[in-house]
């Protein structure tokens, strides 16, 4: 008797990925050849669709739990970008069960914004049953639960120790995780002292161009890279910006490359040889309250001899590139979006207008990084999962922002 046998391929594919791909070829072919022809037809029958209902009703269901801190309002919030991208279902591994937004379900309740993000808010728990608080709910015991941070910079360290009381057990720390080297010390001991693991959420740290032109550079004797990083505010909007991201260039948007640079450059403050500011790109302005560069450029040279460059614009458009350039020979430069992801972007801001030009632009890394946390989480691995920054590598990061601020000011003859 004859045995479909496309159904015995498939079942086999589904229950045997742990294998690798070779191996998995060879043993759903010998598999295939053999059961179609074998009289165990029956208990091979009943084991294969014992494996095809675990799949698809036990490992399907394990999606780790997910809540969101510090939302922001739609369109704007980094917070409401990954909620956005959970609910949409495009992290398979993470499910969000509930939304704390201290400031717009409290004091900030009744200005416009406010009312947008209740708007929003009915919404997303009438379709998708999201609960929404001011205040972080207590998580189920004994069940692993994620809690991603991405506050104002100067609440995340309150928040952190919050979700860690009410028992998340591990959590996802935007960028730069504090305004200061000591608070975020002082986070990384209570999460160990309380077996939390956090991952950071920089995401240029998994990102395409970045990959690549790492490649680049290890293929090249002596090659060095210029990492270009940019914002597409308008000059008007600047006041805004610097509100907002009041831990200033340094500490917020070119922290990203900072931590590539300790990532995998080999850079601390320990290691640092020279600092070299580039004072015609470099420029400063005072906001409103907020005095703070708008560009920066510098070098730096390591001990080890390594050097790399970092350009930041927050009025620079909205692309990112970095150029790894080999002595004496030619450049080679990887941007995103690169052709690919520029059809994406385009067809994006079409379906979504409005959003912050980076959610189009990090749309994927974003998911990648949630996603890799969450399926590291439901697989009970511990440590850290491969790709994303540690808190350890977020100090450090923040080590060398502050050691750089004074250094970066004082060369581009700025008094603060
Ligand atoms: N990884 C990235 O690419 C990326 C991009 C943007 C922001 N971030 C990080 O995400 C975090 C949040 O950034 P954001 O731009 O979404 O910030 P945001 O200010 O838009 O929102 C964060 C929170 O701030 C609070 N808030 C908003 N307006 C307020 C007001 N007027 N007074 C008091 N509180 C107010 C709200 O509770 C809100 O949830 C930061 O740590 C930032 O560094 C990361």
């Not at 043993?27 to 053999?34: D, L, N, S, Y």
């Not at 609960?131 to 952190?160: C, H, M, Y």
């Not at 959590?171 to 504090?178: Q, R, S, Y």
């Amino acid at each position: 008797m004859a045995l479909p046998r496309a159904y015995v391929a498939l079942a086999l594919a589904t229950t045997v990925d742990a294998f690798g791909k070779k191996k998995k070829e060879l043993i759903v072919e010998e598999v295939v050849e053999e059961v179609t022809t074998s009289p165990i037809i029956y208990l091979v029958i009943a084991l294969l669709s014992a494996g095809l209902l675990y799949n698809f009703f036990v490992v399907a269901k394990e999606k780790v739990e997910v809540i969101l801190v510090g939302c922001g309002v739609p369109k704007r919030g980094m917070g409401w970008y990954h909620a956005k991208q959970l609910i949409e279902k495009r992290c398979p591994s993470g499910k969000l069960v509930a939304v704390v937004e201290p400031y717009f379900l409290g004091p900030g309740a009744g200005t416009p914004p406010g009312k947008e993000f209740k708007a929003w808010s009915d919404d997303v728990t009438a379709s998708h049953g999201v609960e929404f608080s001011a205040e972080v709910p207590q998580a189920p015991v004994g069940k692993p639960r994620l809690a991603i941070i991405s506050g104002r910079t100067g609440d995340n360290p309150r928040l952190l120790r919050e979700v860690i009381e009410k028992g998340c057990s591990h959590v996802f720390l935007e960028k730069p995780g504090a305004p200061t080297v000591a608070e975020l010390e002082g986070m990384a001991a209570f999460a160990k002292s309380k077996g939390v693991g956090v991952f950071m959420g920089y995401n240029k740290n998994v990102t395409k161009y970045v990959r690549l032109a790492r490649a680049k550079e290890a293929e090249l004797a002596g090659a060095t890279t210029t990492f270009c990083a940019n914002n597409a505010y308008k000059s008007t909007e600047l006041d805004e910006c610097f509100e907002r991201n009041a831990e200033g260039m340094l500490k917020n948007m070119a922290v990203h490359e900072l931590a590539l640079l300790v990532s995998f450059y080999g850079v601390s403050v320990d290691t640092i040889q020279s600092v070299e500011a580039d004072k015609a790109f470099s420029k400063c302005e005072k906001r409103g309250k907020f005095t703070d560069f708008s560009k920066i450029g510098f070098t730096i040279k390591t001990k080890a001899g390594k050097s790399v460059t970092v350009r930041a614009d927050r009025c620079g458009g909205s692309f990112n590139e970095a150029v790894v350039t080999s002595p004496g020979g030619p450049s080679f430069t990887f941007k995103t979006p690169d052709e690919e992801l520029g059809g994406q972007v385009k067809a994006m801001e079409q379906s979504e207008p409005g959003l912050m030009p980076y959610f189009y632009l990090q749309d994927e890394d974003y998911m990648t990084l949630k996603e890799t946390c969450c399926a590291h989480i439901a697989s009970g691995a511990s440590g850290m999962p491969a790709g994303i920054a540690t808190i350890e590598i977020a100090i450090d990061t923040l080590k060398v922002a502050e050691y750089l601020t004074p250094l970066l000011q004082k060369a581009c003859g700025i008094s603060k």
